[in-house]
């Protein structure tokens, strides 16, 4: 029987109040409202159609939390109420009870207040730091990098502190570039006015419009994150797709993203659009102007025989 | 000028009233006494009752507060000692506040001019 007392939602919660509040605190405002949250446990544990869920008993805990704020500002400003059992004796009772001192009177529900503001400071950035179903890993890094081809092996190095030299050819741009500017440049592609280098070859060539799904080069992200595969399905081992229509406004970041089509429904949606929410692409300049691009989409495939989930 | 002298001896909790006021009723506080009006309840009893118009996090402290001014009055639940948990607290309505709660009552049609001519 002492376990089960023990177990007892609040009984921890009132052995820390007992060092703050008075005992007629205690018995007329803390421990009625502990008795009834444990009734109230109690009854939902021999009822099985009656459910006591972590999310009721997390409720009823910021329900005393508010008790106890509501029973500072009492003290702080209503006629009798007390806090602390007093040290000095000399002092006026009120109601009968324990005697109160003016200091505190003041300073007990300051304290306490102090107290459930870094409380409430110390829990935000608890969930901000974990995210409860989301698991840290290396597949939540936010950029994709892609291997460079090896550069040929005659390249020279360099030598900048050689500047005497001038005989020596400088290094080619190529080696060095990261990810994000060479994405900018499409590999296998003349580097040129690619219409003029089409007419050279075939004369009579019209520039064909290009539409949203044509091959334009600023239809290809410039920043990919992948998605996280959820930690739900990884542990049932569902695997699944999720076909992603959004819009790249003019500066080249994404707006309203919406699902068109998953499956199984709704398992890896949030994931989906997590990660298509930090994907970034070049701006597309049409007469100068850039100009937003609705309508794009991409499909994730979350498969588990890969190493993450991957975009098409 | 006596006046103001008298006003700055009294203490702090009783400067903005004096013993001869009538007694208050808050909002809260006559709903609590009109859940009471029936018989006793447990605190979180009378919340549920409330229907959202009184909140788990304050009731105690109104219920205190009212049972300071004489409007309600509690006993501890006699539980057998097997029974594991802190015995629970019933509030019941006083005689004194259910006329402060008639009186709340009577005054609020009146100054609604809904009291009978």
Known sequence: MSSLRESLPGERARRWLTRFFSPRA??????????DLQADWLH???TPSAQYTR???????????????????????GPSYELAPAA?????????????????????????????????????????????????????????????PDPPDPIVEPKPQLPERPEVIPQPQVTGISTTQQSKKPVGLPQGPADDWIKSIQPG????????????QSEIPIVRVEPVYPQR???????????????????????????????????????ALRAIERWKYEPKLVDGQPVARPGMRNRFRFELNKASPRSH | MSTNSQTTSIPNSRRFRSDDAPPRLSGKEAVVLELLHDGEQYGLEIVRLSEGRLKRGTVYTTLNRMQQKGYVQSRSEE?????????????RATPYGLRVLAAHELATKFLLQEAPA
């Open chain 1, 26 to 35: 205690m018995e007329s405002v803390f421990d009625p409202f502990l008795a």
């Open chain 1, 44 to 46: 939902a544990k021999s």
């Open chain 1, 55 to 77: 999310w009721s008993l997390f409720s009823a805990y910021a329900s005393l939390v508010a008790q106890i704020a509501a029973f500072a500002i009492g003290s702080l400003f």
């Open chain 1, 88 to 148: 000095n004796s000399s002092a006026p009772a009120v109601d009968g009870g324990v005697p109160v001192t003016r200091t505190s009177r003041y300073a007990a529900p300051l304290v306490i207040a102090a107290l459930i503001t870094f409380g409430l400071f110390a829990i935000m950035s608890a969930l901000i730091a974990n995210q409860p179903g989301e698991e840290v890993s290396d597949s939540s890094i936010p950029f994709i990098l892609t291997r460079l």
């Open chain 1, 205 to 216: 060539f019209t520039k064909p419009e290009t539409g949203l799904r044509g091959s334009d």
């Open chain 1, 233 to 271: 399905a990884l542990d049932r081992g569902v695997e699944g797709w999720v076909e992603v229509e959004f819009t790249v406004t003019e500066v080249g970041s994404i707006s309203e993203p919406t699902i068109l089509r998953s499956h199984p429904s709704g398992i890896f949606n949030r994931a």
């Open chain 2, 79 to 91: 539980k057998p000692a097997h029974v594991p948990g802190i015995p629970r607290r019933l509030f």
